[in-house]
């Protein structure tokens, strides 16, 4: 699904976009295990805790 939105404070945007986190960008989720979300994202694999995955709106 493509990002339609990152939200968050300045630096915290600044930090996602920094990892590829950017609107009109496709992200799948691979793995959700307690607290940490696993993504797929250009052709990485990211993994995020469960407040900074709550800051990308897909």
């Given at each position: 699904m493509p990002i339609k939105k990152v939200g968050g404070g300045k630096e915290l945007r600044k930090f996602l976009e920094n990892l590829g986190f950017?609107?009109?960008d496709p992200?799948?989720?691979?793995?959700?295990?307690?607290?940490?979300?696993?993504?797929?994202?250009r052709e990485s694999r990211v993994a995020l805790n469960s407040m900074m995955?709550?800051?990308?709106?897909?």
């Amino acid at each position: 699904m493509p990002i339609k939105k990152v939200g968050g404070g300045k630096e915290l945007r600044k930090f996602l976009e920094n990892l590829g986190f950017v609107p009109g960008d496709p992200v799948t989720v691979l793995t959700h295990i307690g607290g940490s979300v696993i993504v797929s994202l250009r052709e990485s694999r990211v993994a995020l805790n469960s407040m900074m995955a709550s800051k990308i709106m897909v």
